[in-house]
């Protein structure tokens, strides 16, 4: 793609985003026809935002096919009530463990160790990655498409602290969602109202890392990031891919989601959002 064309598709998509709009696809000279154009049209939204580099969610590469998208700054929360935009009438989400980093890593020609990646790290987190698909469901959105508007993502809650010896050898996690059913004001006659009983629902689902430890992404991603003169920031959180898929919840109502025996994370995802941003 043209440079000029690149950034009329990057401001689009920045815009779709910032006014929390869905879309259908764009012209066809305004899409990304190959990988790179994706990534093209990604890093020039990163330009052209308002907002600092939270982070990266990112996998290990498919074939020639990389996964790695941005996380923006303003989209990074670590407290409950959580503002959240609603996909399909549901809150989206994806288990996943978070790495922040404590100190940078620059961007050079020769590739960083394991043991360097390592050494940078401040700390491992439970964490939700919040999910949007921002295109019109029934639309065939190429994977270039969805790379250029950041893999679905919405932003990442950060949640309990763990080891790094406990992330690192997280391969399998069972996970445990409870949730209460939303609470139902039924007007009577004298304008009273009553709460119905509040019932709570109880999933329970196993969890394996599609790369079987959720470090191996990440040290990847660094590499990744540098050979193409992009550093690593201290502060910046990086997430390396959903154990069990998507789960749903409903928004403005309390759950908890056990990691097992790591810990639990206890949230409520806001929808409407009210004056988080």
Same mark, same amino acid.
């Given at each position: ?59 290990? =590469? ?7 998208? =941005? ?23 994806? =288990?996943?463990? @978070? ?6 890593? &620059? ?20 964490? $939700? ?30 949640? =309990? ?5 406990? @992330?690192?050898? @997280? ?38 890392? &599609? ?6 992404? $990440?040290?990847? $991603? ?29 928004? %403005? ?18 929808? &409407?959002?009210? %004056?988080?941003?």
């Amino acid at each position: 793609m043209e440079t000029s064309l690149i950034e009329v598709s990057a401001a689009l998509l920045l815009m779709r985003r910032i006014t929390h709009q869905i879309s259908a696809r764009y012209d066809a000279y305004l899409r990304p026809h190959t990988i790179e154009d994706g990534f093209a049209i990604q890093q020039a939204m990163l330009d052209q935002m308002e907002d600092t580099l939270g982070g990266w969610k990112c996998s290990l =590469p498919n074939g020639d096919d990389f996964i790695v998208a =941005p996380i923006l700054g303003s989209t990074v929360f670590n407290q409950s009530p959580c503002p959240i935009q609603l996909d399909e009438g549901v809150c989206k989400i994806e =288990p996943e463990i @978070a790495f922040k980093f404590a100190h940078d890593l &620059p961007s050079r020609k020769e590739a960083y160790t394991e043991e360097e990646i390592t050494a940078a790290l401040g700390s491992a987190h439970l964490a $939700l990655e919040l999910i949007q698909n921002r295109y019109v469901p029934s639309e065939e959105v190429t994977y270039y498409e969805h790379l250029a508007d950041c893999l679905f993502n919405q932003g990442v809650f950060v949640g =309990p602290e763990i080891t790094l010896s406990q @992330a690192f050898s @997280a391969s399998e996690i069972n996970f445990t969602l409870a949730q209460s059913s939303a609470l139902l004001a039924v007007p009577s006659a004298v304008e009273s109202a009553v709460e119905s009983a509040v019932e709570s629902a109880v999933e329970i689902m196993p969890g394996k890392h &599609p790369h079987l430890f959720p470090q191996r992404p $990440l040290f990847w $991603l660094v590499n990744f990031l540098s050979q193409r003169g992009i550093d690593i920031k201290a502060g910046q959180v990086v997430i390396t891919g959903s154990y069990a898929g998507v789960f749903e919840v409903q928004p %403005n109502v309390e759950f908890s989601l056990a990691y097992g025996d790591l810990g639990s994370i206890t949230a409520t995802f806001q929808h &409407p959002i009210k %004056n988080h941003e």
